[in-house]
């Protein structure tokens, strides 16, 4: 232990001459030091507050005492691997199994979400026997080689989309652009014109087919029939659709509910399998429901759900849930599966105490309380602020997307970035997503209450209004010297 802490400035030096510099700091031209925290808390080594907005990893609350206690007391006892019988493994696994469908029984543990999409893959790959995955575009799901590869978010700066994934794009504009594109390329080698298995994600906000499509639904998946169709004629063969349940980096997205139903059709079809990732949205946040691709309906049911993030509330712990026919198929193998701390003692000890946090606090229901009641103030500066193209999103995971105009809906990025660094200034910590960085993401400790609610959009408001009067003041000034 260091007698003194160091100075925020010491700390930075240190930092940049020592850690890597693509792993990123939030404000990276002013950054926060954090020390501690509670609840939806943050505090600065001066003891300043922050309000912390985008935390979903803290998600029953940064420092809860109860998830503390949990890791504290079996730390005392035992902490070793799962080759060994041990009772909180299989007590965490029959409380995850009653928050699922029955047929998502089979449990694997793990220590990030990278590593449980990974395995997801592999339990994809081995069960179909195929190879290629259908992803959504700007989706992001981890940081390993096999989850690069699939991550356009990831992969479009690195070296490129690999054959066998198909992404879903984004937007009319780059559907079209991708489109054209590859039509040109196909001429100019004089070789048959086929599909580059691009359609678009389902966001009928921003996306392909908007809010006055008479059936948005069955249009969007389609597009992902269409992609299976061009793949085939390829000789290719679909092993997944791997899609979180609400795309996050994608920009806060919330598909139009039957959509995973009828894009599973599709995919079942051609011998695939559907991955629901909920590393960022999963364990209540939604409010209505304990997991969000149960949004879509009661009838859906994903083949492989993922999770990570918020299921140990800051710990590391990962999980795989799947049936008992994927599970018995990567058994076939003869290859065992064997992580060396997933699963461990102290890692599920921590997983239950967040489920009964989640119970006990009523934190699904609070969830829909509280996003509910933040929805409908930032719908009121919708109708305030024309920088405000939408709201959206359910519980506490919501997306405020900020545009230039509202006919063509132009992300408005810098304004974006001005509002996150100003609110900063204010103590309120917030940050963007979204292709065009442009959309502020809500996904607060789930203890966030409707005070800390009404801070937030009044400091939005009145940010906007000084943003807008300065606009006013430049363009009148722009006038005048003409």
């Known amino acids: 232990m260091r007698p003194e802490p160091r100075s925020r400035d010491e700390t930075l030096a240190l930092r940049r001459r020592l850690v890597g510099s693509s792993c990123k700091l939030f404000f990276s031209n002013d950054p926060v030091k954090i020390v501690k925290a509670k609840g939806q808390y943050m505090y600065d080594e001066n003891g300043r507050q922050y309000l912390d907005c985008i935390n979903n990893v803290a998600h029953v609350g940064h420092c809860h005492p109860a998830i503390v206690k949990a890791a504290h007391e079996q730390s005392q006892l035992l902490n070793t691997n799962t080759r060994y019988l041990h009772d909180n493994l299989v007590d965490y696994a029959e409380r995850l199994s009653k928050t699922l469908p029955g047929k998502l029984c089979t449990f694997y543990f793990l220590n990030s979400g990278s590593e449980a999409n990974d395995l997801a893959l592999r339990l994809a790959r081995q069960y179909t026997k195929h190879e290629d995955v259908i992803v959504l575009d700007h989706a992001y799901h981890g940081h390993l080689t096999s989850l690069i590869d699939i991550s356009p978010y990831k992969f479009r700066n690195l070296g490129g989309q690999k054959e066998w994934v198909h992404v879903v794009c984004t937007s009319h504009y780059n559907y079209q652009l991708l489109v054209n594109l590859m039509k040109s390329i196909y001429n100019i080698l004089n070789i048959g014109y086929c599909s580059f298995a691009q359609a678009p994600v389902p966001d009928t906000y921003r996306g392909l087919y908007r809010e006055d499509h008479e059936d948005s639904v069955t249009a969007y998946a389609n597009e992902v029939k269409n992609i299976i169709e061009q793949a085939q004629k390829r000789g290719r063969k679909i092993a997944a659709f791997f899609a979180e349940s609400l795309p996050s980096v994608g920009g806060q997205i919330i598909p139009p509910a039957g959509y995973f139903q009828k894009a599973a059709e599709h995919v079942h079809k051609a011998g695939g399998i559907f991955i629901a990732d909920e590393i960022q949205v999963g364990f209540g946040r939604v409010g209505k429901h304990f997991w969000a691709f149960q949004l879509q309906g009661e009838d859906f049911v994903p083949d492989i759900v993922t999770m990570g ?172 010297a003409t």
């Open 309 to 480: 993030k918020p299921i140990g509330n800051g710990h590391p712990i990962a999980c795989v849930a799947t049936t008992t026919e994927i599970a018995e198929a990567f058994t076939a193998t003869g290859v065992e599966y064997f992580n060396t701390f997933g699963g461990n003692p102290v890692s599920c000890a921590i997983g239950l105490a967040v489920l009964d946090v989640i119970e006990k606090e009523h934190l699904q229901a609070h969830a829909t309380e509280v996003g509910n009641f933040l929805m409908e103030l930032l719908k009121e500066q919708k109708m305030k602020h024309p920088i405000i193209g939408d709201v959206r999103g359910s519980g506490l995971f919501i997306g405020v997307d900020l545009i230039k105009d509202r006919a063509e809906r132009t992300p408005a990025t810098a304004e974006a970035e001005y509002l996150i660094t100003r609110l900063k200034e204010e103590y309120i910590l917030l940050s963007t997503d979204g292709p065009g960085r442009n959309v502020l993401k809500f996904k607060p400790p789930m203890c966030f209450s409707k005070e800390d609610a009404r801070f937030v959009v009044d400091t939005i408001d009145k940010l906007l209004t000084a943003m807008e009067k300065e606009d006013l003041n430049q363009q009148q000034t722009s006038t005048g």
